[in-house]
């Protein structure tokens, strides 16, 4: 508690505070422009923290992590672009509300949501990060491959439009993870011999291109439709009152709690977190129908798990020094290069760092409650000039920053390809996200069940000997079996009535 | 409008399906030479192997799904192109330019920065008595970027 | 409007002009422009932060009058060494890699990495790895451990990065006691290794001193350290040697240019490395990570990657033979 307040007072120097704030409307604003995210911006403050004392450089990154996860609302509700990937789920419902000329009530809801997620993720954070660490610990190969598989099921079943292309898009995902020298036996695999793909896609040119490249082109393709400009730019006025709190008390608690205990898994962030709690809020609603068209619950359920899981995923690292998500591994690099260790031993060697990762997740969740409130005026507008001249700004933008990211002109191109490939898939409603996550886990998943089994010499008993792993298991077997299932009826149900 | 319209969507998912099909064949093609060892149960091969016949199920199972689903949207095919995909294109074209011209640093960046952003407002625009405009919002940028990986990060541009 | 049109066009014109002028002269005295060091790694591993600590050093002591970058490329190691090797061979580009490139010709030739692509500028310190274990483990010290795996054969669980350096010093410990025999498992360095460790997926793994001085984790064992002697940094840490186990091989870390660099960027960046590692800032660091503060060049430096890649080459043949069995 003493180094609690020391280091929440401690945040109110200037410079600190200076930091939080930078961090913190940065952060909303790279997250709100599609072809920026968070992990670009934190990756590109990498090399800058370097030169910063690490109380500073973790309240730059935390910061801009907060602002950045929900920043990525305003364009997901404006533009159909999700400005990150944990706001894709958000989309879904954020967008035709809009388009039914709800774009403030849409935002309104979004950042009160968010503002109360990420406030229940520091909760969580800050209350149970060491009881949950045991938990967290037990976590082995076998249940974290299970806990991956059950990732990539809910991911396909939850994609919008068929879940059969759900499941396709994952498995073309899970395809482009695997090109590269596989870790285990040094063995170069599927690169057909360009030494470039040695070390697989980068994940940037694969984000970058499907969420900004692709959506860019597809913008210009539809430059001459009017039918998409109608949602309204008056985004000023803060749409939520008290009758809200009462409604969405509910959907927001149980969000955050899903959100943050997937936070805590290891490797799977908001993204994650934003489906199962939405999948887990059309379950259980009076008006399930309404999920997708524009659903209030939908874009609360989103919004407060992916805020939530920034807490959580911090519980790992701070207690582990596992990163709970991709924005985890960027900030133990930062760490890292600052010679300290995130781990069970961070409050007692760095009791200073530790508390600050703490402390700032609460001041930026009320510095982003403040932007977003004001500053989504401004955002729309942004996001509202002519799309003709943001379009080659935002590509000058994907060039410069998967370049400055990975250093190869290499991976530029492969930005582009991913941009083409996504442009052309979406049209024919292919879904993305599968493909993004199945690109994400799968690593995980290979070398987890592949250690796994090394451990046991080949005995795939383990996965099924263990009862949370063979739970999950199963929940996953169910998720996949059943589009297939679907599907095969539908076909035969067509050719009957052919016939 | 194409997007919305539904037979050409069918359409483009078939032809697409089909790629994929394909993909999962020649997946399998290079995934098999891949060489088991003893030394783990599962070798380097078996994730590419076993995603391959994903691929291939999947994508056979969609295309037969679609492909039952043609006959009855038959005979309406005809989505006319956007009257943007020619812009679309050339946008293309000149970020690949763009591309190859900073990556061989045929140009300052600066510049190579401003003549890209010029060119393709100028197209999406239509309009060409705006250049001076478009000009000023490229060189702007391309020296804000500049700036900002000489002296905040380090880009090699 | 155009007036305003010629006046753009005329300025674009003036900059092209100017800028292409300023871009097109040749190498007058080095360095007159920023260096980039290619760290085939990710950022925050060992090699990032001693390749930063270098850049550091370098800028504050006034020793470059440019500032040397460094730029991670991530992935495979190959891919920042392959880059690095078809870069122009101008004097500002620079690799920094360890004996993985030497390992890796041998174990996976697919890469297609070898060190004589390079032009050799230094080697500035040299490390050891360490066998750690649990400290719920009941092995006090490395014959301990051996001895337990000799007989228990199999049920001990121990993390490598397959075909990697700390694979080669696994092999090399183990030829020097016959009959040991742990039950491999691909985890991957030091990094990957801690948290397995914790969890207890591992019961032992190997790591280098600089992991284990950044985890300063009392749950983590260290049996031994490869090194020819003890580091001040681990004082407590006995070497294999002095616990009777005749292995211990160390690992250099090395600077490389692309060949054709010329010689007077090779000469300039290889002393300025010298006067860097011979700052006191940078002792201390080296220390403090347990590293050494040797440092060779010039014909010296060829000779002694020659003895090394005559050391490695015996035991990368024999991880690759235990990885094709």
């Known amino acids: 508690m003493e180094g609690f307040l020391a280091s929440l007072i401690g945040l109110f120097a200037p410079k600190l505070f200076f930091l939080a704030v930078i961090g913190t409307v940065g952060g909303v604003f790279v997250g709100s422009i599609p072809g920026l995210s968070g992990t670009m911006l934190i990756s590109l403050c990498l090399p800058l923290t370097f030169y910063m004392e690490p109380v500073s450089a973790v309240v730059l990154l935390v910061a801009i992590y907060t602002g950045s996860i929900t920043g990525g609302l305003i364009s997901a509700t404006l533009m159909r672009t999700p400005g990150t990937v944990s706001n894709v789920m958000t989309t879904l419902d954020a967008f035709p509300l809009a388009q039914k000329g709800q774009a403030q009530r849409a935002l309104s809801l979004g950042i009160a949501a968010s503002f109360a997620g990420s406030i229940f993720g520091w909760l969580a954070l800050a209350l149970l990060a060491k009881p949950l660490s045991e938990v967290a610990i037990k976590v082995g190969t076998a249940e974290l491959f299970a806990l991956v598989v059950l990732a990539m099921a809910l991911i396909s079943s939850v994609s919008s439009g068929s879940m059969l292309k759900g499941l396709l898009m994952g498995a073309i995902g899970i395809l482009l993870a695997l090109p590269g020298v596989d870790p285990t036996t040094g063995v170069s695999r599927l690169t057909l011999g360009a030494w470039q793909l040695n070390g697989g896609f980068h994940i940037l040119p694969v984000l970058i291109g499907i969420f900004a490249v692709a959506p860019i082109l597809g913008d210009i393709l539809d430059l001459d439709d009017r039918s998409r400009e109608t949602q309204e730019r008056n985004t000023r006025k803060f749409l939520f009152n008290f009758g809200d709190v009462k409604r969405y008390w509910g959907i927001v608690t149980r969000s955050s709690i899903l959100g943050t205990i997937v936070g805590i898994l290891p490797g799977v962030g908001g993204n994650v977190a934003s489906v199962v709690a939405y999948t887990s809020a059309r379950v259980t609603s009076k008006k399930p129908e309404a999920f997708g068209k524009g659903s209030e619950e939908g874009i609360v359920a989103s919004e407060s798990a992916n805020n939530a899981s920034v807490g959580g995923a911090l519980i790992p690292l701070i207690t582990l020094g596992i990163p709970g998500s991709v924005v985890d591994v960027l900030l133990i690099g930062a760490l890292m290069m600052h010679d300290i260790a995130p781990g069970p031993m961070l409050f007692i060697t760095n009791a200073r760092v530790a508390w600050t990762l703490v402390t700032t997740l609460l001041v930026s969740s009320f510095l982003m409650l403040i932007t977003m409130i004001y500053a989504t005026g401004p955002i729309s507008r942004l996001i509202s000039l002519p799309k003709q001249g943001i379009l080659p700004v935002i590509l000058v933008f994907c060039v410069i920053g998967v370049y400055a990211t990975t250093n190869r002109i290499f991976d530029v191109w492969m930005m582009l390809g991913f941009g083409i490939f996504g442009l052309i898939f979406e049209r024919a409603r292919f879904p993305m996200a599968p493909l993004v996550v199945g690109f994400v886990l799968a690593p995980i998943a290979e070398k987890s069940l592949r250690s796994g089994l090394m451990a046991t010499s080949g005995d795939i008993w383990m996965f099924l000997s263990q009862p949370l792993s063979l739970g999950l298991l199963f929940v996953s077997a169910v998720l996949f079996i059943w589009p297939i299932v679907k599907a095969v009826h539908e076909w035969t149900s067509t050719s009957a009535k052919e016939t | 409008m194409s997007r919305d319209n539904a037979k050409g969507a069918l359409f483009l998912e078939i032809l697409l399906t089909t790629l994929l099909l394909v993909v999962g064949f020649a997946t399998y093609q290079v995934a098999k030479p891949i060489p088991d060892n003893a030394f783990e149960p599962l070798g380097a091969g078996f994730a590419p192997r076993a995603i391959s016949y994903c691929i291939i199920g999947l994508a056979a199972l969609n295309l037969a799904v679609r492909v039952f689903e043609l006959p009855r949207t038959m005979g309406r095919i005809g989505a006319m192109p956007s009257s943007r995909l020619i812009d679309t294109v050339a946008v293309l074209a000149l970020t690949s330019l763009y591309v190859w011209i900073v990556a061989g640093k045929a140009l300052p960046f600066t510049l190579s920065t401003a003549l890209f952003v010029t060119a393709a407002m100028a197209i999406l625009f239509r309009n060409l008595r705006r250049l001076p405009v478009y000009a000023i919002v490229g060189l702007g940028l391309g020296y804000a970027i500049q700036l900002a990986s000489s002296t905040v990060f380090y880009v090699d541009i | ?325």
């Open chain 3, 1 to 325: 409007m155009k007036r305003l049109l010629g006046t753009t066009l005329s300025a674009v014109a003036l900059s092209i002009g100017a800028l292409v002028a300023a871009n097109t002269d040749a190498l007058a005295e080095w360095p007159e422009r920023p260096i980039k060091v290619i760290v085939p790694y990710s950022p925050g591993g060992s090699p990032d932060q001693l390749t930063r600590k270098f850049s550091a050093v370098l800028a504050e002591n006034n020793i470059m009058s440019e500032p040397v970058n460094v730029v991670n490329v991530q992935g495979h190691f190959s891919v920042g060494a392959t880059e690095a090797k078809n870069a122009k061979p101008d004097g500002y580009t620079f690799l920094f890699l360890h004996a993985a490139l030497m390992s890796a010709e041998v174990v996976n030739p697919d890469s297609g990495v070898s060190w004589r692509n390079y032009a050799p500028v230094a080697k500035t310190s040299n490390f050891g790895l360490t066998i750690v274990t649990h400290a719920d483990q009941p092995y006090a010290t490395l014959p301990e451990l051996m001895e337990a795996t000799a007989q228990d054969g199999h049920d001990i669980k121990f993390g490598v990065n397959l075909g990697a350096i700390n694979h080669l010093t696994y092999i090399d410990l183990m030829d020097a006691w016959p009959g040991s025999d742990f039950k491999l498992v691909q985890a991957g360095g030091g990094g990957k290794q801690y948290p397995m460790l914790k969890g207890g997926q591992l019961q032992a793994g190997i790591m280098t001193s600089q992991d284990i001085l950044t985890f300063q984790d009392p749950d983590i064992r260290v049996l031994g350290y490869s090194g020819p002697a003890r580091l001040n940094a681990l004082p407590d840490t006995p070497t294999f040697r002095e616990q009777g186990i005749e292995a211990g091989i160390t690992y250099d870390y090395w600077w490389f240019a692309p060949i054709g660099t010329p010689q007077e960027a090779i000469d300039g960046f290889s002393a300025a490395l010298e006067k860097a590692i011979q700052t006191d800032d940078m002792k201390n660091w080296l220390e403090a990570k347990g590293l050494t503060d040797d440092f060779l060049k010039g014909d010296a430096l060829q000779a002694d990657l020659e003895a090394s890649w005559e050391k490695i080459v015996p035991i990368a043949n024999k991880a690759k033979a235990a990885l094709s069995k």
